[in-house]
């Protein structure tokens, strides 16, 4: 696989530079210019007054970029952290950059948006290589497919309409590809499976039309009790063509079926409250991921949660979700997406190793993808649509 090329790299007089100053806000304080395959030289101003840059207090800056202590060993952890990110960027879980959107009459993701915690600039900075946008309505609203469909057509839009920072992405390659333009791709989902109603059409016209993961809480197929005849009968579409289950706010015995049925592993991409642990040591049976927001009170507190699901069920089960632009709360270290490396410094701090580092940026949401792949591909030769009918079932 061919890796990203990259012109810049962090010199002795550079690491001489940060050792000389006692902290340092990560990638906040960088120009905005650089592309998740490209690295800016440490210790560098941002970019307010510079033309066409954006203000201090701007897009161009993170004021609550994780804070990472120089000297030493703090230059060493942050190089470190941009090195890897450079070939291993964060494919980040859930972004809900997609509704807010929606409700904005103008705006501009390529020079940066203020009023937002996501924009091409700071998808640069945070070394994001690919994000899921999610397509659930704002919280309070039943979603319906009209809705999926309107906030589907704005992520192909907005997509088309940013090609130097955006690729839209439907496979593993893409994001390869994305990664290695210095573009960020952007996958659609997952997608609320109320909107799904009982129709397995339905969830076939959403994967035509680019849905790669729905979400199966909310739905009546698949509640407090587990899966109903119709949810086993969904997962197994949902396998046929590639989709990947999210189980954020299943009940268990919905989360435990599905992992025991399900051949494509699943991910819970914004799980509203920790895990249990045989949760997620059936999660890592199945070779599922669970993705850990970033919106504790600390960035020490996201370390430590991140920290809890790795020693439940092992560095090949963890993933990261910034939950940006979703209404949630972030601390202030972790302010918008800017902040990933700053992060993965402090990680390194803590003594994680570079290999559970890069699976948790990278590696293991690729897996994931890279598996629901291919078993829709084995399945296209042995298996057609499913003509099932919650009349044909029954509830």
């Known amino acids: 696989m061919a890796e990203p090329q990259d012109a810049t790299f962090f010199t002795?007089?550079?690491?001489?530079?940060?050792?000389?100053?006692?902290?340092?806000?990560?990638?906040?304080?960088?120009?905005?210019?650089?592309?998740?395959?490209?690295?800016?030289?440490?210790?560098?101003?941002?970019?307010?007054?510079?033309?066409?840059g954006p203000g201090a207090d701007g897009p161009g800056r993170s004021a609550g970029a994780v804070r990472v202590t120089t000297g030493a060993a703090g230059a060493d952890?942050?190089?470190?952290?941009?090195?890897?990110?450079?070939?291993?960027?964060?494919?980040?879980?859930?972004?809900?950059?997609?509704?807010?959107?929606?409700?904005?009459?103008?705006?501009?993701?390529?020079?940066?948006?203020?009023?937002?915690?996501t924009d091409v600039p700071r998808l640069r900075r945070g070394r994001v290589g690919a994000q899921f946008w999610s397509?659930?309505?704002?919280?309070?609203?039943?979603?319906?497919?009209?809705?999926?469909?309107?906030?589907?057509?704005?992520?192909?839009?907005?997509?088309?309409?940013?090609?130097?920072?955006?690729?839209?992405?439907?496979?593993?390659?893409?994001?390869?590809?994305?990664?290695?333009?210095?573009?960020?791709?952007?996958?659609?989902?997952?997608?609320?499976?109320?909107?799904?109603?009982?129709?397995?059409?339905?969830?076939?016209?959403?994967?035509?039309?680019?849905?790669?993961?729905?979400?199966?809480?909310?739905?009546?197929?698949?509640?407090?009790r587990g899966l109903t005849p119709l949810g086993h009968e969904m997962i197994r579409e949902m396998n046929r063509l590639g989709v990947v289950a999210d189980l954020s706010g299943s009940a268990p015995e919905t989360v435990r079926r599905v992992l025991a049925v399900s051949r494509v592993p699943a991910i819970v991409s914004h799980p509203p409250e920790p895990l249990p642990e045989d949760v997620l040591r059936a999660l890592r049976a199945s070779g599922g991921?669970?993705?850990?927001?970033?919106?504790?009170?600390?960035?020490?507190?996201?370390?430590?949660?991140?920290?809890?699901?790795?020693?439940?069920?092992?560095?090949?089960?963890?993933?990261?979700?910034?939950?940006?632009?979703?209404g949630l709360p972030h601390a202030p270290g972790l302010a918008d997406v800017a902040c990933f490396p700053g992060l993965v410094a402090l990680l390194l701090e803590r003594g994680w190793p570079e290999a559970d580092v890069t699976a948790l940026t990278w590696s293991n949401m690729m897996r994931v993808l890279r598996e629901a792949e291919f078993a829709a591909r084995a399945a296209a030769t042995r298996e057609s649509p499913s003509r099932a009918t919650i009349d044909t079932l029954g509830t």
């Open 289 to 326: 991921v669970c993705m850990v927001p970033c919106t504790p009170g600390t960035p020490e507190e996201t370390a430590e949660a991140l920290e809890r699901v790795r020693e439940a069920a092992g560095p090949e089960t963890v993933a990261l979700t910034g939950a940006w632009d979703t």
């Open 77 to 117: 952890s942050l190089a470190r952290a941009e090195a890897l990110l450079r070939t291993h960027p964060v494919v980040d879980g859930r972004s809900g950059l997609a509704p807010v959107l929606r409700s904005m009459h103008f705006h501009d993701l390529e020079a940066g948006e203020t009023l937002l915690e």
């Open 135 to 224: 397509l659930h309505p704002p919280a309070g609203a039943d979603p319906t497919l009209a809705d999926v469909l309107e906030l589907l057509d704005l992520v192909r839009a907005t997509t088309a309409a940013t090609p130097e920072g955006l690729l839209l992405a439907a496979a593993a390659d893409d994001l390869v590809d994305a990664r290695n333009r210095g573009r960020t791709a952007v996958l659609p989902g997952p997608a609320p499976g109320q909107a799904l109603g009982d129709s397995l059409a339905a969830l076939r016209a959403l994967h035509a039309l680019g849905v790669r993961s729905v979400t199966l809480a909310g739905t009546r197929w698949a509640g407090e």
């Open 12 to 52: 002795t007089a550079d690491l001489r530079a940060l050792e000389a100053i006692e902290t340092i806000e990560t990638l906040g304080e960088t120009d905005g210019a650089e592309a998740p395959g490209q690295s800016a030289p440490p210790g560098r101003a941002g970019s307010a007054g510079q033309p066409g």
